[in-house]
């Protein structure tokens, strides 16, 4: 594990300084009649998430190795994880409609699965496995879409992406790194160091915003690193590990999906009314607070895919999937999701219908 903490560290290293010096794409910050502030999180997150294994690789053999070994995950990976990252780039720069965006999301995840990146099989908590078959491209590529637009979607508060993508990176870090996947397992370091080279820029008040570049890259990566870097021992991929410790974003898109539809807006319609925004009118807190809120939540859901990592074929894997069902479900009842979608425009229209009386029959002869 300390070759994926000097890597960390490496792209800490890159990450912060680069932050605070880079000024590109300046706009106002979400508070009104904010200062401008450089939207710069993508250029300094994918510059560190490169540069961090090349420079450890130049004093260490190991990471020497496991990146000569394995050049074309890199390859593959760097040229996906780029397409993505400029697609975001120059929505910051001049708004992309959302077609474009998911079209180019797509085409990655699609050459990224002609490129190796695939789930094949599921594991399932218990041991049992599920073959996907020709269900293998679609369930592939609507993982990688599903994340990218997951971690968009809960980057709509400062510092809240960011944090969330330092531990969930950390997170899945330790287990690639557990299971043996160690090129995966630097990887998965360098990124949860470049966020957070990142994130004290990023902290309310803002002087960095994310972009949709830092976010859409950090949403694409981890998404494909899971692919990659969670095979067990017996080749099949516990998908549900990482889908654990993305529990905040993934249930934030979700609901946001949901409640979206059940309200006849449009589904890719931005709003203002996630996780974040609730816990913030809820609950009264400041934006350091609700970044930290977010933070605690993930922390709780990144514990609990460690114990279903740590519990693997256990009794226990099926007590903490329980639990994080539950913690789910408490969630979204807590920040009052469940009465708004009950009272929304679709569910009043089918509880208010008049029942439909039936029609009698002629009974002439």
Known sequence: MSLDLQVAFAALCIALPLTAALRLNTRPNRRPGSELVPRIGGFSIVTAFFAAPAVVALVSTDARRFVREDWSVVLVLGACGTLVFLMGARDDFRPVNWRVKFGVQFLAAGALYVGGFHIGELTLPGGGTFSLGWLDLPVTVLWLVVVTNAVNLIDGQDGVAGGISVLVSATMAYVAWDLGHELIAMLFAALAGASLGFVPLNLPHAR????????????????????????????????????????????????????????????????????????????????????????????????????????????????????????????????????????????????HQPEQKPVSGDAGG
């Open 208 to 351: 960095r915003l994310l972009g949709d570049s830092g976010a859409y890259f950090l949403g694409f990566m981890i998404g494909a690193l899971s692919i990659a870097g969670f095979v067990d021992t017996t080749g099949r991929v516990p998908l549900y590990i990482p889908l654990v410790a993305l529990g905040l974003p993934v249930l934030d898109a979700g609901v946001a999906f949901l409640r979206r539809y059940l309200a006849g807006a449009h589904p890719f319609e931005a709003d203002h009314d996630h996780f974040h925004d609730r816990i913030e009118r809820i609950f009264h807190f400041s934006s350091l607070k609700v970044a930290l809120a977010s933070y605690a939540i993930t922390g709780v859901f990144c514990a609990a895919a460690l114990l279903l990592h740590a519990w693997y074929k256990n009794v226990g894997s099926a007590i903490v999937g329980g639990a994080v069902l539950v913690f789910a479900l408490v969630l979204v009842v807590a920040l009052g999701y469940i009465g708004t979608m009950w009272n929304s425009a679709r569910m009043l229209h089918i509880r």
